[in-house]
């Protein structure tokens, strides 16, 4: 199992940035998949959650500036951020679970510069 996470980088506040994180050796469309961030000092949390059904949940200070998406076919996640704040910087995993299933992907750095 695999779940490899790009789109990360340096960008400005107010600015964007597209995460995607695509999976490989699961039934991915079977699992809610999710993005957490860690910045430093803090502990990991979530961010935005989609399940099989594509019903989303956010954490509340993202909510109207992020977006969790899903493409079944591709066997992947999106996380569009909008309106980046230098509070959104962190280290950025994705996630998919089912059951006791949970696979994590490598962290991808967002960095929002003031």
């Known amino acids: 199992v695999q779940l490899q996470a790009s789109g990360g980088g340096l960008v400005q506040a107010g600015g964007s940035l597209r995460l995607s994180c695509a999976a490989s050796?699961?039934?991915?469309?079977?699992?809610?998949s999710g993005w957490y961030r860690q910045a430093p000092g803090n502990q990991r949390e979530l961010v935005a959650a989609?399940?099989?059904?594509?019903?989303?949940n956010y954490e509340d200070s993202v909510k109207g500036r992020f977006t969790i998406s899903r493409d079944n076919a591709k066997n992947t996640v999106y996380l569009q951020m909008d309106s980046l704040k230098p509070e959104d910087t962190a280290v950025y995993y994705c996630?998919?679970?089912?059951?006791?299933?949970?696979?994590w992907g490598q962290g991808t750095l967002v960095t929002v510069s003031s």
């Open positions: 050796g699961i039934m991915f469309s079977n699992y809610v």
């Open positions: 989609i399940t099989s059904d594509s019903s989303t």
């Open positions: 996630n998919s679970k089912r059951g006791w299933r949970n696979y």
